[in-house]
């Protein structure tokens, strides 16, 4: 039996993509600056709760994956169990992509490109519809503005920072 190289990219982008996205923003931690280490502390936790979320919404609101309506083979490393509606891989990635963009621009771009192929690379996998990754897409992006907004690191800077005597 032949692997298409075909499945092997969707595969590749349906399940390893999202991790080079993680690899990328522990580098922007690493970096020297508190700039970075912002943006590294506001992607990981807008992608963090977007993933809890979307996976709390599966629960409360369960939906078949196409793999499992059409019988179509699974092109990603694992086969999903869990309910498909919303894409926690679509939150996570754009939490994390669009909380780059907030902050540097030019990288950002990289970074919801990157997203963005996840989604398309996840329905090509038969393992979400277009609709699952647009709720998840856009619960990342609301995630990553309101994490943005709270401006989490300088709360975590001020409470660190407080005189306990105080």
Partial sequence: MFVKVEDITITFFASFLIWLMF????????I???IKKEEALHALLAALIAWVLAETIKRIFPTLRPFQ????????????????????HAAA??????????HDRKLGWAFLIAAL?????RVLGNVHYPVDI??????GIFVA?????????????FILKRNPKE
């Fill in 145 to 157: 503005l309101a994490v943005e907004k709270a401006h989490v690191f300088k709360l975590f800077s």
């Fill in 93 to 102: 990635s754009f939490a994390l992509a669009l909380t780059i963009w907030l």
């Fill in 32 to 34: 020297d600056g508190r």
């Fill in 23 to 30: 690899a990328g923003v522990l580098i922007l931690w690493v």
């Fill in 117 to 121: 192929t996840i989604g398309i690379a």
């Fill in 134 to 139: 647009l709720g998840g897409a856009l619960l």
């Fill in 69 to 88: 309506v059409n019988n179509s083979e699974v092109l990603t490393m694992t086969v999903p169990t869990d309910p498909a509606f919303p894409s926690g």
